[in-house]
């Protein structure tokens, strides 16, 4: 979707298609990403030198802030001071601010062998150019030393570029774990280098509250931190020793330093305040703003705390003397209110809820919940701000002029633009990245989901059967990261990157190059997150680890797919990390004992793509096995025989395609050992995870046999159920004993109890490998 071209860039763009301009081979070295919209390379090149000069308006302030990257880089990695002028010669820079380019963030950058001349409509505009001359400029530009022997070469081009998307952004949430305010600039600079233009920053949940509040201090002195485990949610905090505390905030200082901060690099924080759900941490330092119960009193405190304020006059009160404080610290045009999830049990119960629904005449909670959030929407709308909210505030009907955050899909998107509203995408599919990014074994925890890198960028915000205009209510996109299972900066930045990458060229290129395309550019582009020390992911291929026993030797084989041509993998046996000086993989690893086996390709000696297998070889890896009942096609991945592979599945999570699942079943498998052999234990492997439904076993019975008919118990085990998540391994005994057959069954523990998540259904149960010795 274009929105608002220059006539300049639409010119171009029209001369390229009628004189059937195709991009020269030079094309394939400009490395930008997010990928410009019309750019024409030319066999020459303009280098930067000592003599170089800079002009530009000098009283524009704004001007001014949009080059500094360029002055300060320059000045760090090369040792080059940049001298103004007013007066152009040969070798300088020119840098001006025209009404030619009308497209608000858009610029024209061309670069000669005598000059590199920038024209945009705005600073923002300028800024943008100047990542991308960054860009074309050797990747140790990005060093904070400085470098040598290095000539400061770019390629003479003609670029005309402006974003797809008004939007474009990342959300952070810091509510669930606190991140230290340098991880906060950190990422505005790698925002900013990408052309992203907006953080939105996820300040409250029911597991912390970040805000400073100078008014309800109890808020941060209370809320902001949680008693004991690092994702304990009980808030029994008025017992809480000191030393048991989890969390931090923010204080209103540090916030407007960090608006400023972004606001040089053309970025806008958005805050979100949680309503009405979300609620716990605001509601255990202020539990008057809670519901009563049905006969009228409050709810015990602190064991049934709630998750949703309740409709009180006195809640909104407090919550738009909250909003004050926070848009007296953030002057962006959005508010973030949220509006998700809430349950609204309460509602349907407390009689100060069930009076206001009728005093309202409403005939639904829903509708309670629209009466909520049009209130909250008329004060920040009184206050000259607009409202966002995640898609569920369109239940009940919409607040006038609410911005829908579309999180559930697409659809609560398309809804709200058949109505006439404003929409940022970022459905679960392509744009969380709390999901995992790849299958391998070796991935850190994650909220469950696959979200790989080739999905983010085969993502378009505009989804089909929209009108135009409706289409150009689609105002942008969004990569949000729900950090549940994401407790570091580290970890967080491994979560974004290179996906956010991805995401900021699907919000900014017109015209989407191929994939394979776009990862030769990001190739080049990881070396300079080297720079800034950032923990990407080593998947940007995604490549693959299958495995399969030789029917003669039994002997375990793996092979690695996925490898685009022209690349070479090496790798480890040990669980190093595989370098240039690895065993280059030219086909079938065979595995003929207990191995973990990295896999990866190097790329100008950077791991660029890694792929882990741990193997178990015993005596029932690769023999014939047998299933009473398969297991569900949603976890079946592996295969039926993926419990005998030699293959241990991911410790942490239970969908990497080795662990079989079962829901409300039990797993019943026969391993034939192909003649009588003596054993001493079967080991098993089971999942544990009863937020996602998953429980170990009640009971594990093993039972051998000589003909495969008639089977005699041996072993059984039973009391085996835990409060720690992810794998674990239950070894069985069976004392010296010789059987051909093998047989294991693992009973499911049945109907989930009340009170737990998914009560009332089926347990599910998770088998991973069986090994035999």
């Known amino acids: 979707m274009i929105v608002n071209l220059s006539k300049k860039i639409l010119a171009l763009i029209s001369l390229l298609l009628v004189i059937g301009f195709s991009q020269t081979a030079f094309s394939q070295t400009i490395n930008i990403i997010p990928y410009p919209n019309a750019i024409k390379v030319m066999p020459e090149e303009f280098v930067i030198t000592r003599a170089t000069r800079i002009i530009y308006n000098q009283q524009d302030k704004d001007l001014a802030v949009a080059i500094t990257p360029l002055i300060l880089k320059l000045q760090k990695a090369a040792g080059i001071k940049l001298k103004t002028t007013n007066t152009l010669r040969s070798h300088d820079i020119l840098i001006r601010l025209t009404d030619n380019i009308t497209q608000p963030e858009g610029y024209h950058l061309e670069i000669s062998p005598d000059n590199i001349k920038i024209e945009a409509g705005t600073p923002a505009g300028v800024f943008y150019a100047v990542q991308s001359l960054l860009q074309l400029l050797p990747t140790e530009i990005e060093s904070p030393t400085l470098a040598k022997n290095l000539q400061w070469k770019v390629p003479a081009v003609v670029i005309d570029d402006a974003p797809a998307f008004a939007y474009r952004g990342l959300m952070l949430d810091v509510a669930r774990h606190f991140m230290p305010y340098s991880f906060l600039e950190k990422m505005v600079d790698l925002m900013a280098m990408q052309k992203m233009n907006t953080l939105h920053l996820h300040l409250t949940d029911s597991q912390g509250w970040r805000f400073e509040s100078k008014k309800y201090p109890k808020l941060t002195t209370i809320g902001a931190y949680r008693k004991g485990s690092a994702f304990n949610t009980t808030y029994d905090y008025a017992s809480r020793p000191n030393d048991t505390l989890y969390g931090g905030f923010y204080t209103q200082d540090q916030l407007r330093k960090l608006v400023a901060y972004a606001q040089s690099k053309f970025i806008t924080i958005i805050p979100e305040i949680e309503m009405p759900a979300h609620s716990e941490a605001a509601l255990a330092a202020y539990p008057q703003f809670a519901c009563l119960d049905s006969t009228g009193k409050a709810f015990p405190y602190p064991s049934q705390i709630q998750n949703e304020f309740c409709t009180k006059d006195s809640t909104f009160i407090f919550l738009t003397d909250i909003l004050t404080e926070v848009m007296d610290v953030f002057p962006s045009k959005y508010i973030h209110i949220a509006g998700d999830e809430a349950s609204k049990v309460n509602w349907r119960k407390c009689p100060i809820c069930l009076q206001r629904m009728k005093d309202e005449h409403l005939n639904s909670v829903d509708e309670l919940q629209s009466y909520f959030i049009k209130r909250i929407e008329t004060f920040v709308n009184q206050k000259g701000r607009r409202i966002i909210g995640w898609d569920e505030i369109l239940e009940g009907g919409l607040a006038p002029n609410a911005t829908v955050m579309s999180w559930r899909g697409e659809q609560g998107g398309v809804d709200a633009a058949?109505?006439?509203?404003?929409?940022?995408?970022?459905?679960?599919?392509?744009?969380?990245?709390?999901?995992?990014?790849?299958?391998?074994?070796?991935?850190?925890?994650?909220?469950?989901?696959?979200?790989?890198?080739?999905?983010?960028?085969?993502?378009?915000?505009?989804?089909?059967?929209?009108?135009?205009?409706?289409?150009?209510?689609?105002?942008?996109?969004?990569?949000?990261?729900?950090?549940?299972?994401?407790?570091?900066?580290?970890?967080?930045?491994?979560?974004?990157?290179?996906?956010?990458?991805?995401?900021?060229?699907?919000?900014?290129?017109?015209?989407?190059?191929?994939?394979?395309?776009?990862?030769?550019?990001?190739?080049?582009?990881?070396?300079?997150?080297?720079?800034?020390?950032?923990?990407?992911?080593?998947?940007?291929?995604?490549?693959?680890?299958?495995?399969?026993?030789?029917?003669?030797?039994?002997?375990?084989?793996?092979?690695?797919?996925?490898?685009?041509?022209?690349?070479?993998?090496?790798?480890?046996?040990?669980?190093?990390?595989?370098?240039?000086?690895?065993?280059?993989?030219?086909?079938?690893?065979?595995?003929?004992?207990?191995?973990?086996?990295?896999?990866?390709?190097?790329?100008?000696?950077?791991?660029?793509d890694e792929v882990?297998?741990?193997?178990?070889?015993?005596?029932?890896?690769?023999?014939?096995?047998?299933?009473?009942?398969?297991?569900?096609?949603?976890?079946?991945?592996?295969?039926?025989?993926?419990?005998?592979?030699?293959?241990?599945?991911?410790?942490?999570?239970?969908?990497?395609?080795?662990?079989?699942?079962?829901?409300?079943?039990?797993?019943?498998g026969t391993i034939d050992l192909g003649t009588s052999q003596y054993m001493d234990t079967v080991t098993t492997r089971f999942f544990n995870k009863p937020s996602d439904w998953v429980y170990m076993p009640q009971w594990v019975s093993i039972s051998v046999s000589d003909n495969g008919t008639d089977f005699k118990e041996v072993a059984r085990q039973a009391d085996l159920q835990t409060n720690t998540d992810g794998s674990h391994n239950l070894k069985i005994g069976l004392g010296h004993i010789s059987a051909r057959y093998v047989r294991i069954v693992a009973k499911c523990d049945g109907i989930i109890p009340k009170g737990l998540p998914g009560e009332g259904n089926q347990a599910w149960l998770f088998v991973d490998e069986v090994e035999v010795e």
Request: proline letters at 6%; hydrophobic letters at 30%; charged letters at 15%.
């Open 612 to 668: 882990n297998k741990t193997f178990t070889i015993n005596k029932a890896t690769g023999r014939t096995s047998t299933l009473v009942t398969p297991p569900s096609k949603s976890y079946n991945k592996g295969g039926e025989h993926a419990w005998n592979n030699g293959i241990l599945g991911n410790d942490n999570r239970f969908n990497d395609g080795e662990w079989l699942g079962w829901s409300g079943q039990d797993f019943d």
């Open 418 to 608: 058949k109505l006439g509203h404003q929409v940022i995408m970022t459905p679960g599919e392509y744009c969380y990245f709390d999901h995992y990014q790849s299958l391998d074994s070796s991935e850190p925890p994650a909220f469950e989901g696959l979200t790989t890198l080739a999905t983010v960028y085969g993502y378009h915000p505009v989804p089909d059967g929209l009108t135009p205009e409706q289409a150009k209510l689609i105002i942008g996109t969004q990569g949000n990261l729900w950090t549940e299972s994401v407790p570091t900066p580290q970890h967080a930045e491994y979560m974004y990157f290179p996906r956010a990458i991805a995401l900021a060229e699907v919000a900014w290129t017109i015209n989407k190059q191929p994939y394979n395309q776009f990862l030769s550019r990001l190739l080049s582009y990881i070396n300079r997150l080297d720079y800034y020390h950032v923990n990407y992911s080593r998947h940007m291929f995604d490549i693959q680890m299958t495995t399969s026993v030789d029917s003669v030797t039994k002997l375990v084989q793996a092979r690695v797919a996925g490898v685009p041509n022209g690349y070479y993998v090496y790798y480890t046996t040990d669980g190093s990390h595989p370098t240039v000086n690895s065993l280059k993989y030219t086909g079938p690893i065979i595995i003929t004992k207990d191995a973990e086996v990295n896999a990866g390709v190097i790329y100008k000696g950077i791991l660029v």
